[in-house]
């Protein structure tokens, strides 16, 4: 790669000798947390594990990601020991493909969908009797996510009637939908089923000096133009507003003074040398996998179970996604691909997952089981490319060609996520028997799913079945409980809650035991709810911003 990021050497990493905080993590919950603190006036510096990528190496990135040869977390240089770790639950998890280390974190590769939790997944044990309320609710976030919106720039309609009350239009108008959601609408019509549209951090048009979206649909896992947003753009803001960024920093731990309070983060150099950089607060944003990590990896004599873990919480209570679908031929053009991201999906079965409905031409059955949300997504999957499909099949010459003709253009398929309960057992622990690039135990995920999202996958599947069958379509694959996979949304591990016995942040995201560390990430999260998170989460970091600045 060319410019800044090939040269790691050069550049200066000795520690700023006044900070007011110390942001560890550049992604969006770091990156927001330092513009807004250093917005406000203080001395900020951001210490990322990974490197400052160039800009203009998104193009030869590209060039990666269309290339059968990389697969998606090499495009972003993902892997090798620095990001080795051990999946040792009862299912696999594959952390490398659900992050990147680097300036912008993993909106760099993500793809850019953001919605509001609904009011609902913040009272699931009022509501269900499962899982735990948070201690904060919808309107408790409310303000902070009008402002995420603005921050990252999101593309909406206000149509969705099953979403949560909103005061503010969103900043842009949101994609039109797809060809192939028109098709999808005629079919969710005759069956009672309701589409709107996606809210994007996308430009669909020219908004914070970044032009809008040309198409080039390699959203995930690199947008060339930049009109994805990706959380780079509030590390240069912060910047300009003073703040220091110091890149391939990897915080190796947190150290705590006499009384308690965490007084350096000691961080690795690529040049070998260790140095300890000293702040008033520190705000931990490393993602949900890296941030229980890092807080036990700062055990010592003092915290001899790691960090901040007087509950013995941290790193417990992991949670995902799940990804539910089904796909197959139509037998007309589905016109599929021409757009890289989604436009149309549908929160009917969130809050009420097990409805029956009833359209112009058709209904599907109802359930009683107990069930969390689902969320269906209409999906522009234009299928495997016809070369994949060649090089695996088994006939050649002209019947070849008649088998790759039919299914060119013809694929169709819908999504959706659930979410599973958090559960004590899952959780991120230290794997003491390997380690990363600077010695350290690297994380180990146990990860496990529950029947009530195994249940809750089966009826996401039957709606999409519902869906598909109306619309003709020949289905051929479907995603269910057994052959699930995480959305690739790391969430748990460092709990929010009221009671210190029970969780390990407080409402205003400052640990219960350290008094100047606070966590802006996913790994607050109580429940996941079923909605992609990193409007939450960016929702959150501005709200931990704010109380940081009132402590300083
Ligand atoms: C393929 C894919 C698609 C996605 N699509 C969506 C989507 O459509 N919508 C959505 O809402 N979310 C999506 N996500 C999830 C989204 O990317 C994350 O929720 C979000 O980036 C998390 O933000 P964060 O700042 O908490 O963590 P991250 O973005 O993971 O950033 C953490 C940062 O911390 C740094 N770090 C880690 N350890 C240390 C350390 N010890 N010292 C210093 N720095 C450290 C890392 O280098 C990294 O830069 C997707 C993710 C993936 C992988
Ligand atoms: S479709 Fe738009 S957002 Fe996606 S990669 Fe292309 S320009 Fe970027």
Request: hydrophobic share 35%; proline share 7%; glycine share 10%.
């Amino acid at each position: 790669m060319s410019g800044a990021e090939s040269d790691p050497s050069n550049a200066e990493r000795t520690p700023e000798p006044r900070a007011d905080v110390c942001v560890i993590g550049a992604g969006p919950a770091g990156a927001l947390a330092a513009y807004r603190l250093a917005s406000e006036g203080h001395d900020v510096v951001i210490l990322d594990a990974g490197p400052r990528f160039d800009p203009d190496s998104r193009i030869e990135r590209m060039e990666r990601a269309i290339r059968p040869a990389h697969p998606d977390p090499e495009v972003w240089d993902m892997g090798g020991e620095r990001d080795a770790y051990s999946s040792g639950g009862e299912r696999f998890y594959p952390l490398n493909s659900s992050r990147v280390k680097g300036i912008g974190g993993s909106t760099l590769h993500w793809q850019g969908m953001v919605m509001r939790n609904h009011e609902a997944d913040f009272e699931r044990r009022t509501r269900d009797g499962v899982a735990a309320d948070w201690p904060i609710g919808y309107d408790d976030l409310r303000p902070y996510y009008a402002d995420a919106e603005a921050e990252l720039g999101v593309a909406g309609a206000s149509d969705n009637p099953f979403a949560p009350p909103r005061n503010e239009p969103y900043p842009m108008p949101a994609f039109e939908p797809s060809y192939s959601d028109s098709l999808f609408a005629e079919a969710c019509e005759r069956l009672g089923v309701s589409m709107h549209s996606v809210p994007n951090a996308r430009n669909s048009e020219t908004y914070d000096g970044r032009g809008s979206c040309v198409g080039y649909g390699t959203c995930k896992p690199v947008c060339p133009s930049g009109a994805k947003y990706s959380a780079d753009v509030h590390v240069r803001k912060a910047e300009a507003e003073g703040a220091r960024v110091i890149d391939r920093a990897p915080v190796q731990a947190l150290e705590t003074d006499r009384s308690g309070r965490v007084a350096t983060a000691r961080y690795a150099t690529p040049g070998g040398s260790e140095y300890r950089q000293a702040a008033r607060e520190f705000v931990v944003a490393c993602g949900g996998v890296e941030t229980p990590r890092l807080l036990l990896l700062s055990e010592s004599a003092d915290h001899p179970d790691g960090l901040a873990n007087s509950s013995g919480l941290v790193g417990r209570y992991f949670t995902e996604h799940l990804f539910c679908g089904a796909g197959g031929l139509l037998d007309a053009e589905t016109r599929q691909n021409h757009v890289g991201f989604l436009t149309s999906e549908c929160h009917q079965f969130y809050d009420d997952p097990g409805q029956a409905t009833e359209g112009t031409g058709g209904s599907i059955p109802g359930s009683d089981a107990d069930l969390g949300p689902i969320k269906l997504e209409f999906l522009n999957y234009a299928g495997p490319s016809p070369v994949e499909l060649a090089m695996g099949a088994a006939e050649f010459g002209d019947d070849l060609l008649d088998s790759l003709q039919d299914a060119y253009g013809h694929n169709i398929a819908m999504g959706g996520l659930v979410g599973q309960l958090p559960r004590k057992e899952n959780r991120v622990t230290l794997d003491t028997s390997r380690t990363d690039d600077h010695g350290n135990p690297v994380p180990d995920i146990h990860w496990s799913l529950d029947d009530r999202t195994r249940r809750t996958i089966r009826r996401a599947n039957e709606i999409q079945h519902a869906i598909l069958d109306e619309l003709g379509v020949d289905v051929g694959w479907t995603v269910g409980p057994e052959n699930t996979g995480p959305a690739f949304h790391h969430m748990g591990t460092t709990r929010m809650g009221a009671d210190p016995a029970e969780s390990v942040v407080n409402p205003r995201l400052r640990t219960h035991d350290v008094s100047n560390l606070s966590i802006a990430s996913s790994s607050v999260f109580v429940t996941p709810g079923a909605l992609n998170p990193t409007l939450t989460i960016a929702a959150l970091s501005l709200k931990c911003a704010e109380h940081v600045d009132e402590r300083l």
